[in-house]
């Protein structure tokens, strides 16, 4: 069954520190997978988008990672500030011809003063 | 640039009335459209997708359907909305290349 599982569910940080952010799949055949962040009562807006051949990839203080063997992505943001605050969702695309999307449930990253 | 617009932004309806939520993408052509629920602390739940005019596909049984009368425009509807409809849903649309995922911003659905 096509899963991607994501931890920790929540996260409470200071700001100006860093965290880093995980996410495990069983989706197959891969086609990519995708970060988004959303902000409380908006939709979600995407970070970054990695195919199986990409290991990393960052956006500004966003970086992705990706292990296509293990089937584990992680988004690690340095330097959080106050606006990083949201549901950070990982998505992962099976490689079929209706685009089928397997969205995690998302950790929701708190950041404090 | 391609930009996605859905409406309303918020609606508080009755048991047993009517829905109706529109979305319309601009910019780009053929895209697939997706709408999708977001209940509290939960993932997405696809409901419908369309990659194309009268090429509707639902995911999930239940009392809402979609229709897309135009290219880029997508509708979801309801004839008699229950409390288990309330959440927010999200319309989205992807293009051909590589299947990046575009939101738009989202319409919450209060049932009482």
């Known amino acids: 069954k096509n899963q991607v599982e994501q931890s920790p569910q929540s996260l409470i940080i200071l700001e100006g520190k860093n965290c880093t952010l995980q996410?495990?799949?069983?989706?197959?055949?891969?086609?990519?997978l995708r970060w988004y962040k959303q902000d409380t009562g908006r939709g979600p807006v995407s970070l970054t988008i990695?195919?199986?051949?990409?290991n990393t990839k960052s956006n500004g203080r966003y970086t992705a990672t990706l292990d296509a063997d293990t089937k584990q992505s992680s988004l690690h943001i340095t330097a959080s500030q106050l606006s990083d605050s949201a549901s950070y969702i990982c998505v992962v695309s099976a490689a079929s011809g209706t685009y089928k999307y397997i969205f995690g449930t998302g950790t929701r990253l708190k950041v404090l003063a | 640039s391609q930009t996605i617009h859905q409406w309303p932004a918020t609606l508080v309806q009755p048991v047993g009335s009517p829905l109706s939520l529109e979305c319309t993408v601009e910019?780009?052509?053929?895209?697939?459209l997706y709408w999708y629920r977001q209940a509290a602390g939960r993932g997405l739940q696809l409901l419908f997708y369309s990659i194309g005019i009268d090429q509707i596909s639902s995911e999930v049984p239940q009392n809402l359907s979609a229709s897309r009368p135009q290219d880029r425009q997508f509708i979801l509807s309801s004839k008699k909305l229950l409390l288990s409809d309330s959440g927010f849903y999200l319309c989205?649309?992807?293009?051909?290349?590589?299947?990046?995922?575009?939101f738009g911003e989202g319409s919450r659905l209060t049932v009482l």
């Open positions: 989205a649309w992807s293009g051909l290349a590589v299947g990046e995922l575009f």
């Open positions: 996410c495990n799949y069983t989706v197959s055949p891969f086609s990519n």
């Open positions: 990695m195919t199986f051949s990409e």
């Open positions: 910019g780009t052509s053929n895209p697939n």
